[in-house]
């Protein structure tokens, strides 16, 4: 047979079909389907997690104030899962998705790996790693020039709260140093402490024994928004007896709102109308715990001083306020309120709460004088079921401090923030005013040198172009941060701390707890990267500063410093975890006050209220005025709390994100809430893109219709919108704090912006 | 499916959901995540692409302010009987290779992620859109691969994946018994629960044998303000819900504008 | 050597310029359709617009359907073997290639539509007997090998094949025993086609396409089958009419085409009457039964009950009215819109029992749900058209595939 091209084509084809069908007999072809799909079941770049023999670690949760106990299941040396802590007399078991989700901050794409220093323009996001000797010497060098060239007072620090040992190490150092100026955001806890020494003489938080309340009127609360200890607060609902009754009031049908008993919506601000409008009927009806009026409290009726000049009295102030008024005012039928007052006052152990949403935001001093007083009106104060007031932490004392003479002249210094100072003189931090008074500053700012710790005021903070061109004027900003946060990522050094699960930390009680407690969060990880626990950076700076900075440290390191702090407490912490002191429960001791009359007082004369014409002006109610043209700006922008979302310093875990509603955020843009009817009038749709306008500045949003909001109201959830962090947070949505500004308490000076005028326009 | 189904005897594992209790704060969906290596996304807005064996719904009774109402849903796998309560759920009738299967001994529908090649008829075939597809290669970013648990395997793309009641802890719990020479038919309430469960911060997710009278959701699941799932469709979900909402209660199923739902349930009942 | 022609003799086919022409076109979307499937295989399915609630969508349509239109292979194959209308061989090759065509693109697109396709033969080996998609795996790959057999003495007919001596005779034997594999098609089709059917059907989460009792066995069987053995006749019809009109020549004799859509006409009439008792008993006691009004299911602007009426009616009672009647397929405009109006109401009925049932929500809480396919499920499912294309225009110049062309097209 002759082979030539034609046939020889032929002949191979039918070789190779003839060879295929052939191998389709052999084992080979079977074989390599199977080694195929073996290797589909085994792709190696899908992980195969270390198996190991399962333990448990007890520690605490840190990422909020909550205080949370938690449980941290390992195996081998790796933790894989955090759970509540059954026996934590906090969250007795309950934890709130952001602990649940905490190894994502451990492990997470956030973390600040090495010592940072910045490279680029500030923000920019270029940095060198830099090591710990270099990073401490940078800072301990700017610190002491500042001191040189008699300037103390030019540092400032701000940190996320003055709970706990460490801001008190902190204020420590920033007094030995010579500034006054520790710093930090004011909470609902705040405002209430302020109150609460109006009317009781005494230091102390403020406590809600929500426990065994059984008429509980929130004034907005987010109860199970993430208000208090989340894990607390939702313990609590799921334990509650049936007979409890949850009265929210807020404008919007919040989660709360949602399991709430009943939920009666507010014009937006005017709680304490409602609450001055509850003790009229209250008053009125003669409804009020007629033996605590008379025995324990001053200021009810009208009364006159030695001088001669008559006060008016809480009873005669609430006159002017008619349920009739007060329905004009907070848009509730007259009978309601009635009705409400009525079952206030009849409830054997009734409770009003205050602080809007998560309390974040302290509010006017007003408001929560108006609630102390609801609560005073039924004598439930130091009683079960009521408000008590939970003592500050007391610590060892420390060696006395030798100050120098510019630590001396620094410390007489007034604050930047003008907290304490005779405007404000109960006002301990008023971080909100900052940016605004370094801003109104021509020439160099007040603040030289910024240190922040545990805190990320460049996305907490209200107004925040307002906040960044304060930052722009700070020449040296170092961030604490354990990761690449928004002030973090604007910061000239990066010293990072240990994170959750890697640091020691005491958690104080936390807020609204009606007892005390103190948890120590242990870690229960080493340190993953090159990181180092503030306190022992701290201490690092102290002893290079030298002089009486050193001389004020004589610990080693941070955990020779808690435990010498904690004293007593310490061995006990270290095995338990947590301690509890039970509330003196003596009468004489419970009905106590340490104010002038030596009664709770209705209408603090002793105490007279700053920034009111009259002095003697007893509490009242002054409508909270926000910002905004109500021409320009037809409707209200009010943010909400959701505990999917972090509005403070830690911010959403990737888990949580993931968790939040496509009503809430739609790829990278966040939805707002209005009701269809004040959609129609704008002719907004379901889905539609809008812009966003307030006096502050202007947002890209997409259209959610809610049956559950008000009319004429926005609804933008706080936590969404940040610029720094990774893929999975930065660039979503808006941050409610580009859109609305501090309104400052005249007689705080603490932010009492509830919101702000807003429009909503077709993009 | 070869095993005989012994319904009465056997155990039924099962949940009862108190809506009343739920807050919708989303603790059952992290708690699920963290204990199931679930993956996540920079993008998980789209629900419809993103892997959730529980989900929490937002219910409304669309009445308007202030007479609006909502209530939060959660929603696992609802581990059917099927219908005759015989293990022929929904899904595993329909899977043409056996990823899927009815464990006549727990009432537990198990998903075999190295089974599963991914053709999705289960997904269409479920009601309750509890399964959930790979359509993504998982990654875990940073150093996220440590904190994961090894009693789950993490799945690769392509396959079908949904709740398992955490068959891994009853696993678990059944290998402790054995060492500790007791019958796993005795295993106690507490020994094997849920992540979900043991997440939600309100207590609202029981879960335990629904045919062991000693077990809470025995006596819950009787309750009058309980609930299933599309019953009515008969996929006999072992996922009870209660709310004394009637508003809420008649939206877990479909019922004719002149049907009341607590007259149909018992019309069914008759029926069988 | 003295070449045996390629083309075979006593026919006319166009220039291999215009030829290569054509196939480039053709081929340029082939390659579109490839590209898209490989990034499909490599990437994954996250380059499909499916969602978790479309987890089946374009692809399994465009299965349902064109297993649908290739029904007529296997009932073109009954009719000429078992019941012996001779008169049909004149269309049957056409109706084998169309089968095979169909078939084939339709395993390809199961292919690219599983997540996993390195373990696709699970399908086989792991097998669920109770599955409706396991009882289609089996009979579709057992009837595509069948129709690959159909087709192979076809192929060997090419002139320059049939000159090896071997493969003339093998082709001649194969013609001979081709009834046995027609019967066999016929058997296997009843079965898968049927199993398609019940792929929704059994479905009893999904009261949209769940039928019961009798309703399911034997009837949406039934109906599956007996809409393919109606409208793959109309589809084969349509193709030989598209292929005529393209070289521009009549292939097949017109009684021949008349005696096929009467049958297909007769077919329709008696599968749409079954459909309309099937959806009557689901709409006014099945659905019901599960709390829903037959509205509930046609509430949304794509889905409305419009959608119902095109079904049934149009393409159902009107093309099936026309075929039955001398007057109505004897007149080409009349014939030739029923055919496509046939074409249109099975493929309709594949995506209403595919698509729709995905998109209605069963919650009160849920809206309906939206899909709209990406460009690479669009590419893959042309792909099948375009391989179609090439398959048909080889098969038409380089075999016989029309018996009846030399006698039509007289070459001077």
């Known amino acids: 047979m002759k082979i030539d091209r034609r046939n020889f084509l032929t002949y191979t084809t039918a070789a190779v079909l003839g060879g295929a069908a052939g191998s389709m007999l052999t084992p080979a072809p079977w074989k390599l389907m199977d080694d195929v799909s073996i290797w589909t079941q085994n792709w190696p770049w899908t992980p195969v997690p270390e198996a190991g023999p399962v333990t448990h670690k007890?520690?605490?949760?840190?990422?909020?104030?909550?205080?949370?106990?938690?449980?941290?299941?390992?195996?081998?040396?790796?933790?894989?899962?955090?759970?509540?802590?059954?026996?934590?007399?906090?969250?007795?078991?309950?934890?709130?998705?952001?602990?649940?989700?905490?190894?994502?901050?451990?492990?997470?794409?956030?973390?600040?790996?090495?010592?940072?220093?910045?490279?680029?323009?500030?923000?920019?996001?270029?940095?060198?790693?830099?090591?710990?000797?270099?990073?401490?010497t940078a800072v301990t060098d700017k610190l002491a020039s500042l001191r040189k060239s008699e300037n103390p007072q030019s540092?400032?620090?701000?940190?996320?709260?003055?709970?706990?040992?460490?801001?008190?190490?902190?204020?420590?150092?920033?007094?030995?140093?010579?500034?006054?100026?520790?710093?930090?955001?004011?909470?609902?806890?705040?405002?209430?402490?302020?109150?609460?020494?109006?009317?009781?003489?005494?230091?102390?938080?403020?406590g809600f024994d929500i426990e065994n309340a059984d008429f509980i009127l929130s004034f907005g609360s987010g109860i199970l928004d993430g208000w208090g200890s989340p894990g607390r607060m939702f313990r609590l609902f799921g334990t509650r007896k049936s007979e409890q009754r949850i009265i929210q009031i807020e404008p919007r049908l919040s989660n709360t709102a949602a399991k709430a008993s009943r939920w009666i919506g507010i014009n937006p601000g005017t709680e304490g109308a409602l609450a001055l409008g509850l003790a009229h009927v209250i008053i009125k009806e003669s409804l009020y715990n007629k033996n605590f009026i008379e025995k324990f409290t001053f200021g009810f009726n009208d009364w006159t001083d030695d001088a001669g000049i008559t006060h008016t009295g809480f009873a005669t102030l609430v006159e002017a306020y008619s349920p009739e008024k007060v329905s004009q005012i907070t848009g509730i039928p007259k009978p309601l309120i009635e009705s409400l007052a009525r079952e206030f006052a009849a409830s054997p152990r009734p409770l009003a709460i205050n602080g809007r949403g998560q309390g974040t935001l302290p509010g006017s001093i007003d408001e929560s004088l108006a609630m102390q007083s609801l609560n005073a009106l039924t004598g439930n104060i130091n009683q079960i079921g009521g408000i008590y007031i939970v003592p500050e932490q007391t610590y060892a004392k420390w060696p006395d401090l030798g100050m120098d003479a510019t630590a001396s002249k620094g410390m007489q210094q007034p604050r930047i923030d003008g907290a304490g100072s005779d405007q404000f003189p109960?006002?301990?931090?008023?971080?909100?005013?900052?940016?605004?008074?370094?801003?109104?500053?021509?020439?160099?700012?007040?603040?030289?040198?910024?240190?922040?710790?545990?805190?990320?005021?460049?996305?907490?903070?209200?107004?925040?172009?307002?906040?960044?061109?304060?930052?722009?004027?700070?020449?040296?900003?170092?961030?604490?941060?354990?990761?690449?946060?928004?002030?973090?990522?604007?910061?000239?050094?990066?010293?990072?701390?240990?994170?959750?699960?890697?640091?020691?930390?005491?958690?104080?009680?936390?807020?609204?707890?009606?007892?005390?407690?103190?948890?120590?969060?242990?870690?229960?990880?080493?340190?993953?990267?090159?990181?180092?626990?503030?306190?022992?950076?701290?201490?690092?700076?102290?002893?290079?500063?030298?002089?009486?900075?050193?001389?004020?440290?004589?610990?080693?390191?941070?955990?020779?410093?808690?435990?010498?702090?904690?004293?007593?407490?310490?061995?006990?912490?270290?095995?338990?975890?947590?301690?509890?002191?039970?509330?003196?429960?003596?009468?004489?001791?419970?009905?106590?006050?340490?104010?002038?009359?030596?009664?709770?007082?209705?209408?603090?004369?002793?105490?007279?209220?700053?920034?009111?014409?009259?002095?003697?002006?007893?509490?009242?109610?002054t409508p909270a005025a926000i910002e905004g043209d109500e021409k320009r700006f037809s409707l209200l922008l009010v943010p909400y709390d959701s505990i999917r979302l972090s509005g403070e310093q830690i911010a959403n875990s990737p888990f949580m994100t993931k968790t939040v509603e496509a009503t809430v955020l739609k790829k990278q843009m966040t939805l707002v809430e209005i009701n269809p009817k004040t959609a129609k009038t704008l002719a907004l749709k379901e889905g539609s893109k809008a812009v966003l306008t307030t006096p502050k500045g202007k947002a890209s949003v997409i259209v959610h219709l809610y049956e559950g909001i008000m009319p004429g109201l926005i609804a933008l959830p706080r936590g969404l919108g940040h610029t720094a962090y990774s893929e999975f947070l930065a660039g979503k949505g808006t941050n409610t704090n580009d859109l609305i500004g501090s309104v400052e308490d005249p007689a705080s000076g603490f932010d009492m912006a509830w919101g702000i005028r807003a429009q909503l326009s077709k993009a | 499916m070869k095993e005989k189904n012994d319904y009465e005897h056997s155990k039924r594992y099962g949940m009862v959901i108190d809506l009343d209790k739920c807050t919708g704060c989303g603790s059952c969906m992290i708690g699920c995540y963290t204990e199931n290596n679930v993956p996540f996304k920079a993008d998980e807005t789209n629900k419809l692409d993103s892997i959730n064996w529980i989900q929490v719904y937002k219910l409304t009774n669309g009445k308007p302010y202030p007479e609006t109402e909502i209530s939060y849903l959660p929603m696992p796998c609802m581990q059917c009987d099927g219908e005759g309560k015989l293990g022929h759920s929904p899904c595993v009738s329909v899977c043409p290779a056996v990823a899927t299967d009815y464990d006549y001994s727990t009432g537990i529908v198990s998903q075999i992620y190295t089974r599963c090649f991914g053709c999705r008829?289960?997904?269409?075939?479920?009601?309750?859109?509890?399964?959930?597809?790979?359509?993504?290669?998982?990654?875990?970013?940073?150093?996220?691969?440590?904190?994961?648990?090894?009693?789950?395997?993490?799945?690769?793309?392509?396959?079908?994946?949904?709740?398992?009641?955490?068959?891994?802890?009853?696993?678990?719990?059944?290998?402790?018994?054995?060492?500790?020479?007791?019958?796993?038919?005795?295993?106690?309430?507490?020994?094997?629960?849920?992540?979900?469960?043991?997440?939600?911060?309100?207590?609202?997710?029981?879960?335990?044998?629904?045919?062991?009278?000693?077990?809470?959701?025995?006596?819950?699941?009787?309750?009058?303000?309980?609930?299933?799932?599309?019953?009515r469709l008969e996929t006999n979900p072992k996922v009870y819900y209660l709310s004394s909402k009637k508003w809420v209660r008649r939206q877990g199923d479909n019922y004719l504008a002149n049907e009341e739902p607590g007259l149909i349930k018992k019309i069914d009942k008759q029926h069988h | 050597m003295n070449e045996t022609p390629l083309i075979p003799a006593g026919v006319k086919r166009c220039s291999k310029w215009q030829f290569s022409l054509w196939?480039?076109?053709?081929?340029?979307?082939?390659?579109?359709?490839?590209?898209?499937?490989?990034?499909?295989?490599?990437?994954?399915?996250?380059?499909?617009?499916?969602?978790?609630?479309?987890?089946?969508?374009?692809?399994?349509?465009?299965?349902?359907?064109?297993?649908?239109?290739?029904?007529?292979?296997?009932?073109?194959?009954?009719?000429?073997?078992?019941?012996?209308?001779?008169?049909?061989?004149?269309?049957?090759?056409?109706?084998?290639?169309?089968?095979?065509?169909?078939?084939?693109?339709?395993?390809?697109?199961?292919?690219?539509?599983?997540?996993?396709?390195?373990?696709?033969?699970?399908?086989?080996?792991?097998?669920?007997?109770?599955?409706?998609?396991?009882?289609?795996?089996?009979?579709?790959?057992?009837?595509?090998?069948?129709?690959?057999?159909?087709?192979?003495?076809?192929?060997?007919?090419?002139?320059?094949?049939?000159?090896?001596?071997?493969?003339?005779?093998?082709?001649?034997?194969?013609?001979?025993?081709?009834?046995?594999?027609?019967?066999?098609?016929?058997?296997?089709?009843?079965?898968?086609?049927?199993?398609?059917?019940?792929?929704?059907?059994?479905?009893?989460?999904?009261?949209?396409?769940?039928?019961?009792?009798?309703?399911?066995?034997?009837?949406?069987?039934?109906?599956?089958?007996?809409?393919?053995?109606?409208?793959?006749?109309?589809?084969?019809?349509?193709?030989?009419?598209?292929?005529?009109?393209?070289?521009?020549?009549?292939?097949?004799?017109?009684?021949?085409?008349?005696?096929?859509?009467?049958?297909?006409?007769?077919?329709?009439?008696?599968?749409?009457?079954?459909?309309?008792?099937d959806t009557l008993y689901w709409a006014l006691?099945?659905?019901?039964?599960?709390?829903?009004?037959?509205?509930?299911?046609?509430?949304?602007?794509?889905?409305?009950?419009?959608?119902?009426?095109?079904?049934?009616?149009?393409?159902?009672?009107?093309?099936?009215?026309?075929?039955?009647?001398?007057?109505?397929?004897?007149?080409?405009?009349?014939?030739?819109?029923?055919?496509?109006?046939?074409?249109?109401?099975?493929?309709?009925?594949?995506?209403?029992?595919?698509?729709?049932?995905?998109?209605?929500?069963?919650?009160?809480?849920?809206?309906?749900?939206?899909?709209?396919?990406?460009?690479?499920?669009?590419?893959?499912?042309?792909?099948?058209?375009?391989?179609?294309?090439?398959?048909?225009?080889?098969?038409?110049?380089?075999?016989?595939?029309?018996?009846?062309?030399?006698?039509?097209?007289?070459?001077?």
């Open chain 2, 121 to 231: 008829y289960c997904m269409a075939a479920c009601p309750y859109h509890a399964r959930k597809f790979n359509w993504w290669d998982p990654v875990w970013p940073a150093d996220m691969e440590k904190y994961l648990s090894p009693d789950v395997s993490p799945r690769m793309r392509g396959v079908v994946e949904k709740c398992s009641f955490c068959f891994h802890r009853y696993q678990l719990a059944r290998n402790k018994a054995y060492y500790e020479n007791r019958q796993t038919e005795e295993l106690g309430e507490d020994e094997y629960q849920t992540a979900c469960a043991e997440a939600c911060p309100t207590g609202a997710i029981t879960f335990g044998d629904l045919n062991n009278k000693s077990h809470a959701v025995y006596q819950l699941k009787n309750s009058p303000n309980a609930f299933r799932l599309l019953e």
């Open chain 1, 426 to 621: 109960n006002t301990r931090s008023l971080l909100n005013r900052l940016p605004g008074l370094i801003n109104s500053v021509k020439g160099d700012s007040p603040v030289q040198a910024l240190l922040v710790v545990d805190a990320n005021p460049m996305y907490t903070l209200p107004d925040t172009a307002a906040t960044r061109k304060a930052f722009d004027k700070i020449p040296f900003i170092v961030s604490f941060s354990s990761y690449m946060d928004e002030t973090a990522a604007y910061a000239d050094y990066i010293l990072p701390d240990h994170a959750n699960l890697e640091r020691y930390q005491d958690i104080p009680t936390p807020a609204g707890m009606a007892h005390q407690t103190i948890t120590l969060a242990t870690p229960v990880i080493e340190p993953l990267y090159d990181t180092k626990h503030t306190g022992d950076a701290l201490i690092h700076i102290a002893k290079s500063l030298g002089g009486f900075v050193e001389e004020a440290f004589p610990w080693d390191d941070y955990e020779t410093f808690l435990a010498d702090t904690l004293q007593d407490h310490w061995s006990d912490l270290k095995e338990k975890g947590v301690i509890e002191i039970s509330p003196d429960s003596k009468d004489s001791a419970v009905l106590s006050f340490n104010t002038a009359s030596a009664k709770y007082e209705f209408c603090p004369a002793a105490a007279t209220r700053q920034g009111s014409k009259d002095s003697n002006a007893p509490s009242a109610y």
């Open chain 3, 285 to 412: 006691v099945t659905a019901p039964s599960k709390g829903f009004t037959l509205m509930d299911f046609y509430s949304s602007p794509t889905y409305n009950i419009g959608l119902l009426f095109i079904e049934i009616v149009l393409c159902g009672f009107v093309p099936g009215l026309i075929l039955i009647t001398r007057r109505g397929r004897e007149n080409s405009f009349f014939l030739m819109s029923a055919v496509i109006l046939a074409v249109i109401g099975v493929s309709l009925n594949r995506w209403v029992m595919v698509l729709q049932v995905m998109a209605v929500p069963l919650f009160s809480f849920n809206d309906w749900y939206t899909y709209m396919p990406s460009w690479q499920e669009v590419a893959t499912t042309v792909l099948p058209v375009a391989y179609g294309l090439i398959v048909i225009s080889l098969a038409y110049r380089y075999l016989p595939v029309f018996p009846q062309e030399q006698e039509l097209n007289p070459i001077d």
């Open chain 1, 155 to 206: 540092l400032a620090c701000i940190t996320g709260s003055s709970r706990g040992t460490l801001p008190s190490l902190i204020g420590r150092f920033l007094t030995v140093y010579g500034s006054p100026n520790l710093l930090r955001p004011a909470t609902v806890q705040d405002a209430n402490e302020q109150a609460l020494f109006l009317t009781q003489g005494k230091q102390g938080t403020l």
């Open chain 3, 23 to 277: 196939m480039g076109a053709v081929t340029a979307v082939l390659i579109w359709g490839i590209y898209a499937m490989f990034l499909i295989w490599y990437k994954g399915l996250n380059q499909t617009n499916m969602n978790d609630a479309y987890g089946f969508a374009l692809w399994i349509w465009a299965d349902l359907a064109v297993i649908a239109l290739g029904g007529g292979a296997f009932f073109s194959g009954f009719l000429t073997y078992i019941i012996g209308k001779d008169d049909l061989k004149n269309i049957i090759n056409f109706a084998v290639i169309i089968g095979f065509i169909c078939y084939s693109s339709a395993l390809l697109i199961l292919a690219i539509d599983i997540g996993q396709p390195l373990r696709g033969w699970f399908i086989f080996w792991h097998a669920n007997v109770h599955s409706m998609l396991t009882e289609v795996a089996f009979c579709l790959s057992c009837y595509f090998a069948v129709l690959t057999i159909e087709f192979i003495p076809l192929i060997l007919e090419n002139p320059r094949l049939a000159k090896k001596p071997f493969l003339h005779h093998l082709s001649h034997n194969m013609h001979g025993v081709m009834a046995v594999f027609a019967a066999t098609g016929v058997f296997l089709s009843f079965f898968h086609q049927g199993s398609l059917g019940g792929v929704a059907g059994v479905l009893y989460g999904r009261p949209f396409a769940y039928r019961e009792h009798v309703f399911i066995w034997p009837w949406t069987f039934f109906l599956f089958t007996w809409s393919a053995a109606a409208c793959g006749p109309c589809f084969t019809i349509l193709v030989t009419w598209m292929t005529e009109k393209i070289t521009r020549k009549k292939l097949v004799k017109q009684e021949v085409i008349w005696l096929f859509a009467k049958i297909s006409g007769w077919m329709i009439i008696t599968y749409i009457t079954a459909k309309t008792i």
């Open chain 1, 58 to 136: 007890q520690s605490a949760c840190t990422l909020c104030p909550g205080g949370c106990g938690i449980n941290v299941r390992f195996v081998g040396t790796r933790p894989v899962k955090i759970e509540g802590l059954k026996d934590h007399p906090v969250n007795k078991g309950s934890l709130c998705p952001m602990g649940l989700s905490g190894l994502q901050y451990v492990y997470g794409p956030d973390r600040v790996g090495s010592p940072l220093k910045r490279e680029g323009k500030r923000g920019e996001g270029k940095w060198k790693k830099i090591t710990w000797n270099e990073a401490l």
